[in-house]
């Protein structure tokens, strides 16, 4: 009888043991692999360059159909001084179906240079820009693909900029809608069936 109650109590400690090991084994495979669902907002669709691939958000509109497909670009400040936005360019939240993430940069030539005056004089050069970008769908996480998008071409200083003040300052140019368009407007624009 002491011998079964011995052997019970090892099975039962393994068991135990087992079900602990087992326990973190998930932890540790839903921290690292699982996909994350988040609510839609201006804040959470971010996460998705945070973690790509493993952020979803299951109640977007599905990336389906005929386009144009809205598209989030994180940190992508469109602006267009030649024609108004399309709506698929700045979508609400709730009509996201994809999300454009920098994945890269590569500088290009010299653009030009700005003249600022605060707090001291100092022209600074301009550095034409290509940026990498990795396209994902909301509702699922899934990488689309990826597409290159270059600078601006002519030179529209800022008013205003934030740069580091070292021996060689300068703004690498941003992205205007037209370069947007031209780089990621056939993720927004293609039929997906």
């Not at 990336?63 to 700045?90: C, E, F, Q, R, V």
């Not at 920098?102 to 003249?115: A, K, N, W």
């Amino acid at each position: 009888m002491r011998r079964v109650a011995r052997v019970l109590k090892l099975a039962l400690s393994g068991l135990a043991l087992g079900g602990l090991v087992a326990g973190v084994v998930a932890l540790v495979y839903l921290e690292v692999f699982a996909t994350r669902d988040y609510a839609l907002s201006s804040g959470s669709l971010d996460k998705t360059c945070e973690e790509p691939g493993r952020t979803a958000f299951p109640a977007a509109p599905a990336y389906a159909g005929n386009g144009p497909h809205p598209i989030w670009i994180k940190d992508g400040s469109l602006t267009s001084k030649t024609k108004p936005m399309p709506a698929a360019w700045t979508p609400k939240p709730a009509e996201v179906q994809l999300i454009a993430c920098e994945v890269g940069q590569t500088p290009g030539g010299y653009l030009g240079s700005c003249d600022f005056d605060w707090p001291e004089e100092r022209t600074i050069r301009v550095t034409a820009m290509t940026y990498e970008f990795e396209v994902y769908e909301a509702r699922t996480g899934r990488r689309i693909g990826k597409a290159p998008v270059q600078s601006i071409s002519v030179l529209d200083c800022p008013s205003m900029a934030w740069i580091k003040m070292d021996d060689r300052p300068e703004i690498l140019a941003p992205p205007g809608y037209q370069q947007f368009e031209a780089g990621l407007g056939e993720f927004v624009a293609r039929p997906v069936g």
